[in-house]
């Protein structure tokens, strides 16, 4: 089956210093999704990725859809306290409607911010 | 995007016995999935929960041990049967978007200790 390689596993930075991770696949996908997880939480959506090339930001994030459909990565600038948790990738083989494809998760990223 | 009630957030459960989880969206959504995500790892499918019809499990998820039921377009349900401390992990439910733009929403979770 897929399996998506998400890195690093884990990151221990300082307030302010800005934040890299990616994802990368066997095979393609047609939609990119970048989650984060709170102890005791489910994952909320941070971004969404639908096209190849795509490059969306959302407030300090800022997340790319490779060209070749088997990788992203995800930025976070500027980082404070509250980024502290788990992000994961996600790929998705169908994208948008009321079409669906199962998500495939990477092993996530857990990140720790020093104040 | 949907807003999911999941009930209950946590439970400490003898082995052998059985814990049905309850997962309630806040409007009609045609894809409800199962998810469980074990200590420190990633999100795993389970299966898929369709209305009117049973459930569609994932690879090394049967029915006799995660029996499914999803009654109308905002409600499931998940029992874990028979269970063994290997069964301890978080449970989550999430639905698929129903519109262009939007990722899947997640509860936030059912963490299940089995002693």
């Known amino acids: 089956g897929q399996q998506l390689n998400q890195s690093p596993q884990s990151m221990f930075i300082q307030e302010g210093e800005d934040v890299s991770m990616n994802c990368t696949s066997s095979s393609i996908f047609n939609t990119w999704l970048w989650y984060k997880q709170d102890p005791g939480e489910g994952p909320v959506l941070l971004i969404a990725?639908?096209?190849?090339?795509e490059l969306t930001s959302n407030g300090r994030l800022t997340a790319q859809f490779g060209i070749t459909r088997k990788d992203s990565f995800l930025n976070i600038s500027a980082s404070i306290p509250s980024d502290v948790g788990i992000y994961f990738c996600a790929g998705q083989l169908y994208a948008g409607g009321t079409s669906y494809g199962k998500l495939t998760f990477g092993q996530g990223t857990i990140l720790t911010v020093h104040p | 995007s949907a807003v999911i009630s999941q009930k209950p957030s946590r439970d400490i459960c003898q082995r052998g016995t059985s814990l049905t989880i309850q997962c309630q969206v806040d409007?009609?959504?045609?894809?409800m999935f199962w998810y469980r995500q074990q200590p420190g790892q990633s999100l795993t499918l389970i299966a898929t929960a369709n209305q009117g019809s049973e459930a569609t499990y994932e690879s090394g998820f049967v029915i006799d041990k995660f029996p499914i039921s999803r009654p109308n377009l905002t409600f499931s349900t998940l029992t874990v049967s028979n269970m063994s401390p290997e069964d301890s992990s978080i449970y989550l439910c999430s639905v698929a978007p129903g519109q262009l733009d939007y990722g899947y929403t997640f509860g936030s979770g059912t963490r299940l200790t089995v002693v």
């Open positions: 990725l639908y096209k190849a090339g």
């Open positions: 409007s009609q959504v045609t894809m």
